[in-house]
């Protein structure tokens, strides 16, 4: 994989992480109840899932792209269409970002099978990966390497991710909470997916 194309996944991977989601409002939630240190075990869960996501993904786009390259283009196609509509629905978002603390105390071996659940049962993450790899990924280059190198950037920048959501949270949690600072980071990563739909468009043609 070329340089300046890993770079440019490892920018739009950042936004995937850094806009709130399911995974976004366990992390918070896990850091206003028991702090950083003990929320370790439920972001590995959470790369758990993502990880499972990716794999489950890759099995499908591979074996598209061994059946056809019509049909390879035009996933890409609806993917950067994708982007721009999941931004647009990003910016009209108006939900509240509440995270609740919890009542009862959970080991961490609890709390990394919740954060498990919590991103495998998401169906927009795994939505939003098939429309996204194929951006990334050239079919005349090894499949697998692209596959292990995208994955491997994903899970680890998210892992990030949420580990600062979490630590923020721990420290700033009534600053959080507020819906209108949701409604802001709401509007931004909207703008940032719709951007990065657009330049996605604007490089196929």
């Known amino acids: 994989m070329d340089m300046h194309v890993w770079l440019a996944y490892v920018a739009t991977a950042i936004v995937f992480s850094l806009a709130p989601g399911s995974g ?28 499972i996501h990716i794999a489950l993904v890759w099995m499908g786009i591979g074996a598209l792209v061994a059946q056809s390259a019509l049909a390879f283009s035009v996933i890409k196609w609806v993917g950067a269409a994708y982007l721009i509509w999941l931004g647009i629905q990003k910016w009209r978002d108006r939900s509240s970002f509440v995270a609740q603390q919890s009542n009862h105390q959970l080991s961490s071996i609890q709390l990394m099978r919740k954060a498990v659940l919590i991103n495998l049962t998401n169906p927009k993450s795994i939505v939003f990966l098939v429309a996204l790899f194929p951006q990334f990924i050239d079919p005349a280059k090894d499949q697998l390497t692209q596959l292990l190198v995208l994955g491997i950037t994903t899970v680890t920048i998210d892992a990030f991710v949420m580990l600062g959501y979490t630590s923020l949270a721990a420290q700033m949690g009534r600053f959080i909470r507020s819906d209108k600072i949701m409604s802001g980071i709401n509007k931004v990563f909207g703008s ?11 490089a196929k043609a």
Do not use: D, K, W
């Open 24 to 51: 976004t409002v366990n992390s918070i939630s896990n850091g206003l109840s028991y702090g950083t240190r003990r929320s370790l075990m439920a972001i590995a869960g959470l790369q758990v899932g993502l990880a």
């Open 192 to 202: 940032m997916f719709m951007g990065c739909g657009a330049l996605l468009a604007a």
